[in-house]
T-cell receptor
């Protein structure tokens, strides 16, 4: 049972334009969400997170939006750069968790074309 | 430099053989995790440890074993009981803050079966 879903396996965007990566979740008890970026043959690196008490968090070119009623979050990258080409994973943490266990989506491969 | 190291980068396993993947961190993190990544899939949790000499099964623990004798080290053994071991293995660590912590990942080990 996939509790965190990234329904778009891939996304292609022109350099300078906005990239929007989407993530849906099914468990209303998730209350903390993270986005990770992963290059091939490397470990994921943390990008940005958001708590369920917020609906938006911004860090430079990266903004995460959370719509709790829709159980949906999105990552916006503006402007997109070729170096942003990677696999992006969203992850969720259960509100009752004290283990830090992350539930990951399947990932979306972003390609930013020069 | 603080970080997480995994070795080797590539590992080959023969049929019926046990192999051990190394994970070391010098971030002084209490919690450590092992994930498996397969093509087109997200990261799936194999085992995690919140404190020395204690560890818990994740979602796909069958065919794997771990130990946590030191805070810095969390080796993963892929046993002969794991029938489909070919994958990219990622180790992570975090400092638990009731589920709000960020997990930091190592560079990964790719395991291939001969």
């Amino acid at each position: 049972d996939q509790q965190v879903k990234q329904n778009s396996p891939s996304l292609s965007v022109q350099e300078g334009r906005i990239s929007i990566l989407n993530c849906d979740y099914t468990n209303s008890m998730f209350d903390y969400f993270l986005w990770y970026k992963k290059y091939p043959a490397e470990g994921p690196t943390f990008l940005i997170s958001i708590s369920s008490i917020k609906d938006k968090n911004e860090d430079g070119r990266f903004t995460v939006f959370l719509n709790k009623s829709a159980k949906h979050l999105s990552l916006h990258i503006v402007p997109s750069q070729p170096g942003d080409s990677a696999v992006y994973f969203c992850a969720a943490v259960h509100g009752s968790s004290n283990t830090g266990k992350l539930i990951f989506g399947q990932g979306t491969t972003l390609q930013v074309k020069p | 430099d603080g970080g997480i190291t995994q070795s080797p980068k590539y590992l080959f396993r023969k049929e019926g053989q046990n192999v051990t993947l190394s994970c070391e961190q010098n971030l002084n993190h209490d919690a450590m995790y092992w994930y498996r990544q397969d093509p087109g899939q997200g990261l799936r949790l194999i085992y995690y440890s919140q404190i020395v000499n204690d560890f818990q099964k994740g979602d796909i623990a069958e065919g794997y074993s771990v130990s946590r004798e030191k805070k810095e080290s969390f080796p993963l053994t892929v046993t002969s009981a794991q029938k489909n071991p070919t994958a990219f293995y990622l180790c992570a660590s975090s400092m638990p803050r009731r589920g709000r912590e960020t997990q930091y990942f190592g560079p990964g080990t790719r395991l291939l079966v001969l």
